[in-house]
């Protein structure tokens, strides 16, 4: 079976912090994509990343960074310096074409994340 | 390049209707897949559409169901509404260019069952 935890329900910081949000997958599949989108208030799911599972290599873009791990099945989001208008629910989703089909995304719960100015 | 849309963005309906929802995708973009956001359950994935053709199907009733034009636009379809069908509808399009592609999501229909 395939899963995605994000165990952060919540997390509040003040504006500046660097924040973490953690996301551990589970999965047979050799070949697989994990993804991360954030979701403003306004509902629309926005694209951040896309990783495949043969590239491990850390990605940073701008103040955002993500730390892709295999053998703890693990694909970590960083914000450095954190702004208010990062404040959303930030999903983590897996897609593994072999158990799953073809481009279904399963999804965590989901991290609300709070910037307070 | 326009991204994917959905309409209506919001809708009310009571128990027992049907209702259909509608989504454009990204211009070039073939694959479309929908996906039920509810407080409770979380993201889920309804189905996707490929070449008019369903590919996948996550694990809904027959209540809900789907379509794909040769435009690539998709509708799906809820029948005989419970309360437990509100939720925010997202749609998403793919270009598609082998097994999983990166889907982009529109803003969604948030339907309200009475």
């Known amino acids: 079976a395939q899963k995605v935890t994000q165990a952060q329900t919540e997390i509040s910081v003040v504006e500046k912090e660097d924040v973490t949000l953690d996301c551990v997958y589970e999965?047979?599949?050799?070949?697989?994509?994990l993804f991360w989108y954030k979701q403003p208030p306004s509902g629309e799911l926005v694209f951040l990343i896309r990783?495949?599972?043969?590239?491990?290599q850390n990605e940073i873009s701008g103040r955002y960074s993500w730390n892709f791990q295999k053998s703890t099945s693990s694909f970590n989001f960083t914000i450095t310096a954190s702004q208010v208008v990062d404040s959303a629910v930030y999903f983590c989703?897996?897609?593994?074409?072999?158990?799953?089909?073809?481009?279904?995304?399963?999804f965590g719960a989901g991290t609300r994340l709070a910037v307070h100015p | 390049k326009a991204g994917v849309t959905q309409t209506p963005r919001y809708l009310i309906k009571t128990r027992g209707q049907q209702v259909t929802l509608s989504c454009s995708p990204i211009?070039?973009?073939?694959?479309v897949s929908w996906y039920q956001q509810t407080p409770g359950q979380g993201l889920q994935f309804l189905f996707e559409?490929?070449?008019?053709?369903?590919?996948n199907k996550g694990n809904f009733p027959g209540r809900f169901s789907g379509r794909q034009f040769s435009n690539s636009r998709s509708e799906m379809n809820v029948s005989t509404l419970e309360l437990g069908d509100s939720a925010l509808y997202l749609c998403?399009?793919?270009?598609?260019?082998?097994?999983?592609?990166?889907?982009?999501f529109g803003p969604g229909t948030r339907l309200t069952v009475l």
């Open positions: 559409y490929f070449s008019e053709t369903q590919r």
């Open positions: 989703a897996l897609s593994a074409t072999f158990s799953g089909g073809y481009n279904k995304l399963i």
């Open positions: 998403a399009s793919s270009y598609l260019t082998g097994d999983t592609d990166t889907q982009y």
């Open positions: 990783r495949n599972s043969f590239d491990e």
């Open positions: 211009s070039g973009h073939r694959s």
């Open positions: 999965t047979r599949d050799t070949t697989y994509y």
